[in-house]
Every structure is written in structure tokens, then in C-alpha cells.
């Protein structure tokens, strides 16, 4: 069994991480993380006023980037239940519906290139406030439109500023994010499509009942409320210590870390920290590590990019889209027609989801992303293969009791899916990707996420309209498969700082805490030969 488990990486890191812990001299690899000490050392975060301020400025300045997702599907959702919705476009079905739903992923899909560009050579603040201020415009010709093509338009300008600040906030988030508090924070960006979520589905729920366009028109304008509390906040924030000195800015990197991690003192862990990252960005120029070409020109950037493609297909293959987009269509199948009704179910299981998923974001550094992955992808497959038996055995026999079991599954389905494809998939893509081509890389995300989504809300409908339950076995097959690569190639990164997660996908040529040591070194004699200097003045 052990040789099989040789042959794949995240089996065999298991296995030497297990043999290191008896080695006198461990490599570099599973060597403890001096930085990961320090961080556990430092006081929790609502304890440092510092700290407070970052997390107080960082959620509205980025966080929420997450939140029109989350709104937009659940809008999507329940404006199928909005009369004057249905009515005046016409009452889309099949791949009419998939259309107006998808639209927003192809205006993401399209501005890919762009985002990475805006946040690596202006930063990553101004990538969002790009973003924020084209979804803005894109929120009120949604809110304006008087045909289905120009809301299909508004939804793809919305979609175009989407990417800008998906791209950029993660990024901005864990590169500025204290080292105890990185993980939790970051995970938490995802979760928040959820509150988007919850938000859309009660103001749908509310403005369903006003007798005229205006009951889909007063939602569909609130989508740039995100993006408004965005402007509002982003600059006030510092930016990416690490964007910073890859620009040649170190002592205004120096200033934000010692402000936000140190409060206001230069700490062992903010020299430690400042040195990785400069040894870091030093490193990865040397190598070119600084182009698109870059991305897949080594094993390292070729298996980074396999996992993050893995995350923006896996997050939304796994079945959740047709609950995120098509819940009124799957409870028209299990007898639940009453408009009303769906739309409380809808609401109900946004607050269920949120705080499912919220949970798991602050306990992802204790548990492990690893094992998250393994529990959420084999307790899908099973739940979701359950759920389409129920299915068919409603469409057989129209028993109550189905309907019931499968109304039951389908939040049973949604625990596993947000114990880790909410709060890991974002969190987890921008902290195995290094600095040089984190920003390429999240955009490499968005892409494949949107086309995942594209695909998946242009056929689903389809699917749903002419196979029924049926259509479920093709999520059930792509479960397996998702439970099979989860457990061979999805590595742990628990325990590491943000630049020493490289040695796990480049070997012990990328690891940086030796060169960091050196530089931390001529650091102390600096301050020292300074010292001297300056005391004789003093006598």
C-alpha cells in the first residue's frame, strides 16, 4: 500500500512528513515554520488594536469582492419566482434561462486577461477599485433595462468588474493578512458569496410582493452596494507588503508590516517576515518567474496551475450549481410549486450554507485543508447519489416521503459542500501560488470557475428540461472523480508561512528561510553598526 501511495503527491507527502518527524535532520520541506511559531505566540487578533483596524478596513475594502457572486446567484434564483420578472422577459426556460443566467460568467471570462495586468503593475487596490467602479455601471442598466438584451448586457458589464476584483482581492487579503489570522481571513473571502447570498434572497423575498417591475428592478440595483462599500474603504488600506517590494517601495513595506503585524514595533516575526518575502521575490525574478509563460514552464507552476483549475471546476461541478441557479426548477420536480415557498426555502438555505461555511473558514488552520477536501468530496458523492434515488422515486411513484428526503438531502448536501468548497477554493488557490504569479494565477481561477459556470448554467436547464432527475448521475460520476483527485494530488499546507509553501511544489531549491536568515542577519548588523554610530553622540 505504501509504494502505491509513493506514486502521488499528497499520499506521499503524508508518508514523509510521517518519517521526518523521526528524522534527527529533517529536509526543508517538513522542517517547522519559524514564522508559524511566532504567529501562534502573538495575541489573538481582537486583542491588538492594529490588527482590528486591518480587519475592520479589509472587510469592506475586499472581503466583500465575494458577495456579488453569492448575490447574483441567489437573485437569479429567486427572480424565477417574481412574476413581473417572468413576465416580462418573456418567462425564459431551457436554454433561454441558461442564457440571462450565464451571461455575468462570460463577461468575467473575457476581461481574465485584463485583471492580472491591472493588479500586478498598478496593484492590487486599484484592481478592485477598477472592478467595483465597472460593476456599479453594470448594477444600473441591470436596474434600467427595458428588454432581455440589455439585462443580458448589464450582466455581462457586471461579470467584466467581477474579475478585476476577485483577482486582486484574495491577493490583497493574505498578502496583507497577520500570519495567525492569514488562513481564516482569506477563507472567509469565499464564504461570503453566501452573505451576497442571504441578503438577495430575502430583499427578493420582500420586493416579490410589490405590483410592478419594480419587485426585480429594486434588487437588481442593490447588486453594486458591495462594490459601493468597496470604494468607500480600499483606500484606506495600505498595499501588498509584497506588491510593495517587488516594486521596489521595501520601506513602505517595512512600514505596513511593522504598522499591521507588529504594532508599530519592528517584531522578530515582522523582520522574519519582511526578510522570506524579499528573499522570496529576489528568488522567483532571478528565475523568471514573472510571465504567463512562467505558469507552465516548470513542474512546480504546472501543478499549481492543475490545482487551481481543479478548485474553480471542482466549486462549481459538484452539483451546488443547480441549487445556486435552479432550486425553484429542482423543487417544481419534487412537487413544491408554491412560489412563496421556494422562495423561504431558498432564503433558509443561504443562512444554513453561511454559516456552515463560516464555521469551517475559522477551523480550516486546526483541521487542515487536506482533510477537508477528503471529508466534503466523498460526503458529496454519497449524499448526492442518495438524493437522485429520492428523485427518481418521486418521478416513479410520487411519493411524499421522497419529496421530503430529497428537500432533506439537499441541505445535507450543501454541510459538505461548504465544509470546504466554500471556504478553500480561494484560500487555498492564492496561498500555493507564489507572489510572482499569484495575480496570473487567481485570474487563471476566475477563468476556469467562470467557464465552469457557463457551461453548467447554459445546460443545466437544458439537462433538467429533458432528462428530469436523471440528469443528477452526471454529478454523481463527476464526484467520483473529483473524490479520486482530491485524495491523490491535493497537498497540506498547515503550518506554513505564505513564501515557504513554494518548497512543497519546487523542491528544496525554492526554499527560502535560509537565504532569509542572511538577510535578517545583515539586518541586525546594521541596526547595530547604526547603534554604534550614534551613542557616542549621546555621551
Request: hydrophobic share 45%; glycine share 6%; aromatic share 12%.
Amino acid at each position: 500500500m505504501d509504494a502505491f501511495r509513493r506514486r502521488f503527491p499528497a499520499p506521499r507527502q503524508k508518508l514523509l512528513e510521517r518519517e521526518a518527524r523521526t528524522s534527527p535532520s529533517p529536509s526543508a520541506t517538513y522542517e517547522p515554520s519559524k514564522i508559524s511559531q511566532l504567529a501562534k505566540e502573538a495575541p489573538s487578533w481582537y486583542k491588538v488594536a492594529s490588527r482590528r483596524r486591518l480587519y475592520g478596513l479589509l472587510f469592506p475594502a475586499a472581503i466583500v469582492s465575494y458577495m456579488t457572486s453569492g448575490y447574483d446567484g441567489s437573485m437569479m434564483n429567486s427572480l424565477q419566482t417574481v412574476s413581473y420578472w417572468d413576465d416580462y422577459f418573456g418567462r425564459p426556460r431551457g436554454s433561454t434561462l441558461g442564457l440571462v443566467s450565464a451571461v455575468i460568467a462570460l463577461g468575467a471570462i473575457c476581461s481574465t486577461p485584463f485583471a492580472p495586468w491591472v493588479a500586478d503593475k498598478y496593484g492590487r487596490r486599484m484592481g478592485i477599485t477598477v472592478g467595483s467602479i465597472i460593476m456599479i455601471v453594470g448594477a444600473i442598466v441591470q436596474c434600467e433595462s427595458k428588454n432581455f438584451a440589455m439585462f443580458c448586457i448589464a450582466r455581462f458589464i457586471l461579470g467584466f468588474g467581477l474579475s478585476f476584483c476577485t483577482t486582486a482581492s484574495p491577493s490583497l487579503v493574505t498578502e496583507l493578512s497577520h500570519p495567525k489570522e492569514r488562513v481564516a481571513v482569506t477563507a472567509v473571502c469565499n464564504t461570503c458569496w453566501f452573505l451576497g447570498s442571504i441578503l438577495a434572497a430575502w430583499i427578493t423575498y420582500g420586493t416579490r410582493l410589490i405590483p410592478s417591475t419594480w419587485s426585480w428592478r429594486i434588487p437588481s440595483l442593490l447588486q453594486m452596494v458591495p462594490s459601493l462599500i468597496q470604494l468607500s474603504a480600499i483606500w484606506f488600506l495600505p498595499e501588498s507588503p509584497r506588491w510593495l517590494i517587488s516594486n521596489d517601495r521595501a520601506d513602505e513595506a517595512m512600514a505596513a508590516l511593522i504598522q499591521y503585524h507588529g504594532d508599530g514595533v519592528q517584531t522578530e516575526l515582522v523582520q522574519l517576515e519582511f526578510a522570506e518575502i524579499c528573499a522570496a521575490i529576489e528568488l522567483e525574478k532571478s528565475t523568471g518567474s514573472t510571465t504567463w509563460k512562467s505558469m507552465v514552464s516548470s513542474k512546480g507552476n504546472r501543478y499549481r496551475v492543475f490545482i487551481v483549475i481543479c478548485m474553480g471546476t471542482f466549486s462549481q461541478w459538484s452539483g451546488n450549481g443547480l441549487i445556486s441557479y435552479y432550486l425553484a426548477r429542482i423543487l417544481d420536480s419534487i412537487g413544491i410549486t408554491n412560489k412563496g415557498t421556494q422562495a423561504l426555502i431558498n432564503g433558509i438555505l443561504s443562512i444554513w450554507n453561511f454559516g456552515i461555511a463560516l464555521t469551517s473558514a475559522f477551523l480550516t488552520e486546526r483541521i487542515g485543508r487536506r482533510p477537508l477536501f477528503r471529508i466534503s468530496t466523498i460526503g458529496m458523492l454519497i449524499i448526492f447519489t442518495v438524493w437522485t434515488i429520492c428523485s427518481a422515486l418521486f418521478a416513479q411513484t410520487g411519493a411524499n416521503s421522497a419529496a421530503i428526503a430529497v428537500l432533506v438531502f439537499i441541505f445535507i448536501f450543501q454541510f459538505f459542500y461548504c465544509i470546504a468548497f466554500s471556504p478553500l477554493p480561494v484560500a487555498y488557490s492564492v496561498e500555493i501560488l507564489s507572489y510572482s504569479v499569484r495575480a496570473k494565477g487567481m485570474a487563471t481561477y476566475v477563468f476556469s470557475t467562470k467557464v465552469a459556470v457557463f457551461v453548467n448554467q447554459y445546460v443545466n436547464p437544458i439537462g433538467l428540461q429533458k432528462a428530469g432527475w436523471r440528469y443528477y448521475i452526471v454529478y454523481v460520476v463527476i464526484l467520483l472523480i473529483e473524490s479520486i483527485i482530491a485524495y491523490l494530488f491535493f497537498l497540506e499546507t498547515k503550518g506554513k508561512a505564505l513564501e515557504e509553501i513554494s518548497v512543497l511544489f519546487d523542491g528544496e531549491e525554492a526554499d527560502v528561510k535560509a537565504i532569509a536568515s542572511e538577510k535578517l542577519a545583515i539586518m541586525e548588523d546594521a541596526t547595530e553598526e547604526h547603534h554604534e554610530h550614534i551613542l557616542p553622540k549621546g555621551n
